[in-house]
């Protein structure tokens, strides 16, 4: 038995998902408080209890959480009962030994990597998956094992890859991080545990600098990478491209998704299926019909306002969510809803954050979720106040949104801001009756 701390969590409901479906009996504790990434637990049966130290028994092996603290009750007990303890990523180097993996990190773009990779693989050639969006399956019979692997304490130095993707290198969680050279130093480390090569996005400004022993290819846009997509057309259906694999023609590819990040997300699962020898026209085929990630540019339409959910929060993440919506809807206005995450991230790229919501028609912030950091290094305020026109919001104010009409409401947040979401799209359609 199998008993997760902390299984709602997204990489941890991931993973308890995964081990059900290897044959494994799987249970698990956290809040009550409902979260979307446990979906696939209770599709699949698995019991989720309240904390309680009652709740270890002998014979359990136990997977924490790393947002556990070494003080959580069950932590204590389960160290009283001398029981078997394994974070998250220890569980998660095991299964990265049983299959062909392919590991997907960088600062961002890994949940909709991840996404597509296992969209195509499942199809193409039998798949397992973990995606930081609570999603995991996985059956013993696949060979290929699609993994996000995240950077914060270097928790991807515990696996091994068959091919290690790189999708971008920035400075990020800032509260463990010393600088970018720190950061740089833990992709090069992660990128030389590749048991096969390293497929990086050449077009990012620090990629460029990682020396390692393993064969390293580059994909991107500019001429000199390994891999190239060419004849790029952005329009209101998606991205159309050719891919060049160097300087040979591999293909001609259709993404209905939008923005340069998402035509980068793919080239890099077209470069795995390269080097993997499937066809060309099979991988396109499968790709056309990718229609992303959870919680990642997630649409719901109500009359002519488009409401737009997406997990973004770090600047440059922002940026590229805003970009991808003006692509497609160039003639609405765009509205921002965003809620900040951590006070450390906040600090640092507080410019990054108000250059960039001021170029959207109206912001509203939220409140700063300050996560695993109590220092209030900074308020939604010190925002608000440097962006034109922005507002404050909380999750019952949802009556604050209903002015905007032709609109697209982007609900920008790693945090379940669902409430205020939801009861707008409630409100909305009810003055369309």
């Given at each position: 038995?199998?008993y997760?701390?902390g299984?709602k969590?997204?990489g941890?409901?991931?993973l308890?998902?995964?081990?059900f479906?290897?044959g494994?009996?799987v249970s698990?504790s ?7 990434t446990?979906?696939?637990?209770t599709?699949?049966g698995?019991?989720?209890?309240p904390?309680?130290a009652d709740?270890?028994k002998e014979?359990?092996?136990?997977v924490?959480g790393?947002?556990i603290?070494d003080?959580h009750?069950?932590v204590?007990?389960?160290i ?11 569980m998660?180097?095991?299964l990265?030994r049983m ?8 600062c ?6 991840t996404?597509?990779f296992?969209?195509?693989?499942e199809?193409?050639a039998?798949a397992?998956?973990?995606i930081?969006d609570?999603?995991?399956s ?10 996000e692997a995240?950077e914060y304490?270097r928790?991807?130095?515990?696996y091994?890859?068959?091919y290690?993707?790189i999708?971008?290198?920035e400075?990020d969680?800032v509260?463990y991080?010393?600088n970018?050279?720190d950061?740089i130093?833990?992709?090069?480390e992660y990128?030389?545990?590749?048991e096969?090569?390293?497929i990086?996005c050449g077009?990012d400004?620090?990629?460029h ?5 393993k ?6 846009l ?11 057309n952005?329009t209101k259906n998606?991205i159309?491209?050719d891919?060049?694999?160097e300087e040979?023609?591999?293909g001609?590819?259709d ?5 340069k990040h998402q035509?980068?997300n793919a080239?890099?699962?077209i470069?795995?299926?390269y080097?993997?020898?499937l066809e060309?026209r099979e991988?396109s085929?499968?790709?056309?019909t990718?229609?992303?990630a ?15 959910d997406?997990y973004?929060?770090h ?8 970009k991808a919506?003006?692509q497609?809807y ?7 809803i965003f809620q900040?995450h951590?006070?450390t ?6 410019d990054d954050?108000?250059q960039i ?9 939220m409140?700063i979720?300050?996560?695993r950091e ?5 308020t ?10 922005a ?7 949802s009556?604050k949104l209903l002015?905007h009409?032709?609109a697209?409401l ?5 945090n379940d801001i ?7 799209i ?8």
């Open positions: 038995m199998y997760f701390i299984i969590g997204s941890m409901s991931a308890a998902s995964i081990l479906d290897l494994y009996e698990g956290d809040v009550e408080t409902h979260f979307f446990e979906e696939g637990l599709k699949r698995i019991n989720i209890l904390y309680s709740n270890l014979g359990m092996i136990v924490r790393n947002a603290n003080n009750e069950e204590l007990k389960a009283e009962m001398d029981l078997t303890i394994h974070t998250y990523q220890e998660v180097a095991k990265t299959f062909k993996t392919i590991a997907v990190a960088g961002h773009g890994k949940t909709s990597t996404s597509m296992a969209h195509v693989l199809e193409l039998g397992n998956y973990l930081g609570g999603t995991g996985a059956s013993r019979e696949n060979k290929y094992f699609v993994l995240c304490k928790h991807f130095l515990e091994n890859p068959y290690a993707i999708t971008n290198i400075l969680h509260d991080f010393k970018i050279d950061v130093d833990a992709y090069q990128a030389d545990n590749a096969k090569m390293a990086v077009d400004r620090y990629t600098s990682l020396e390692i022993s064969p390293i290819f580059y994909y991107g500019d001429d000199d990478n390994d891999i190239i997509a060419k004849d790029v952005f998606g159309s491209f891919v060049f694999v040979n023609y591999y001609h590819f993404l209905p998704l939008y923005g035509l980068l080239l890099a699962v470069s795995v299926c080097y993997e020898r060309a991988v085929k499968i790709l056309k990718f229609e992303g959870k919680r990642r540019f997630s649409e719901t339409v109500i009359g002519e306002n488009v409401v737009i997406d973004a929060h600047p440059t993440e922002l940026k590229v969510t805003i919506a003006r497609k160039e003639d609405k206005k765009i509205i921002a900040p951590t006070f991230r906040t600090n640092e790229f507080k954050y108000i919501l001021n170029g959207v028609d109206k912001a509203y912030i409140d979720h300050g996560s109590s220092e209030e290094l900074i939604s305020e010190d925002l608000i106040k440097e962006i034109s026109g507002e404050h919001i909380n999750l019952d104010e009556d002015e009409e032709n697209v982007l609900f920008m947040s790693p669902s409430k205020l979401e939801n009861d707008y409630d409100k909305k359609s009810k003055t369309l009756e």
